[in-house]
């Protein structure tokens, strides 16, 4: 009898760590709404956020920010293909679209500021750019900082954190200068070059992707050395669901230690058949754990990789080297080759 007490005691624990190593996910979380759905509304910008998001002649998207709306998608459902829409909406309109369940995330390069944090009631994920803000003028006007644009006019997007850092820096640098706000893209940036503001501010590789494309040449325009700010972007979801964002998270580190490990989506086949290591097992689905603890199957970091690749993969086709703006990653690269991002412990 007492051997049969100890029996089911230790039946009982092993079911109970068993239960301990799977997610319970909230009944209210966004993401059983999107799991139950079958498809995942990721934010959009206009198609005109180059880089990042971007529509071509086809009506296709492509950019960072798309490709990890598609990395997100390929974890929760295996592939984005049917699974996933692209939300368009504008800068002012992403925090109520998130709020009313329009969409489900913004995955729109969104600063993560005190007033969103604290008032919106939004929750930021880990950031997965860091971009400076700085100012373009014409090189006609001869200015060589932003205080010589003082009297003159400013192109700035509107209701992005990128108009309130330039307010700010203007007042602190005691600098008058009228601000002109627009609300799209194209529309910015067509107002400065036709002349109608004396500068252009925006986040620096948008800056750069600008001047690349100017009607009259790169050559007459020049990007000021200030930097009004530093900003971190990152994947926004509404406060409160730890498991929403939790998956943020782990999607990104994912992206990092795929990188981190030379995982391709050229070799992830050859990996996950012979995984050089217990953990890369884990990652890649060939021993259970890493979905299981998310909610989701174990297999969901191989399919993001699968479809998408590493973060390098993405970063280097959208906005890198092999795009026409070829930009640097710089800070934005792993800790490894001088940059400031790592990937989280998998255990």
């Avoid at 369940?101 to 604290?118: N, Y």
């Avoid at 400013?154 to 008058?176: N, Q």
């Avoid at 325009?221 to 943020?248: C, F, K, M, N, R």
């Avoid at 097992?281 to 890493?290: D, E, I, N, Q, R």
Wanted: charged share 25%.
């Amino acid at each position: 009898m007492k051997q049969k007490k100890h029996l089911m005691l230790a039946t009982t624990l092993l079911a109970g760590f068993a239960t301990a190593g799977s997610a319970q996910v909230a009944e209210d979380s966004r993401l059983g709404t999107v799991l139950e759905r079958g498809s995942l509304l990721c934010s959009g910008h206009n198609g005109s956020f180059q880089g990042f998001a971007e529509v071509d002649d086809q009506g296709n998207w492509k950019g960072v920010d798309i490709d990890l709306c598609r990395a997100l998608a390929a974890g929760l459902f295996g592939t984005s293909e049917g699974n996933l829409e692209i939300v368009p909406i504008s800068w002012a309109q992403r925090w109520p679209a998130l709020q009313s369940g329009d969409i489900d995330v913004v995955i729109k390069v969104s600063g993560w500021t005190q007033s969103r944090d604290t008032e919106l009631n939004l929750a930021f994920s880990r950031p997965y750019f860091i971009g400076a803000f700085q100012a373009m003028s014409r090189g006609e006007l001869g200015a060589q900082q932003i205080a010589d644009l003082a009297g003159g006019t400013i192109c700035v997007a509107a209701g992005t954190s990128t108009e309130r850092a330039l307010a700010t820096y203007l007042e602190t640098k005691d600098i008058d200068a009228e601000l002109l706000t627009y609300e799209n893209g194209d529309e910015l940036r067509n107002a400065y070059f036709e002349g109608r503001c004396d500068g252009l501010v925006e986040w620096a590789p948008s800056l750069a992707a600008s001047r690349a494309d100017a009607p009259d040449g790169a050559e007459n325009h020049t990007i000021l050395p200030d930097v009004i700010a530093l900003e971190a972007e990152g994947i926004v979801v509404p406060e409160g669901d730890d498991d929403w964002l939790d998956v943020q998270n782990w999607m990104l580190s994912s992206l990092w230690f795929a990188e981190m490990e030379g995982i391709t989506s050229e070799n992830v086949d050859d990996v996950r058949a012979d995984p050089p290591s217990e953990t890369v097992a884990k990652f890649l689905g060939v021993s259970p754990g890493y979905g299981e603890r998310l909610g989701l199957d174990d297999d969901w970091a191989y399919n993001m990789i699968k479809e998408v690749g590493n973060f390098s993969e993405l970063y280097e086709r959208n906005i890198g080297a092999g795009s026409r703006y070829g930009l640097d990653r710089g800070i934005n690269a792993l800790y490894t080759d001088g940059g400031v991002f790592y990937p989280m412990i998998i255990d």
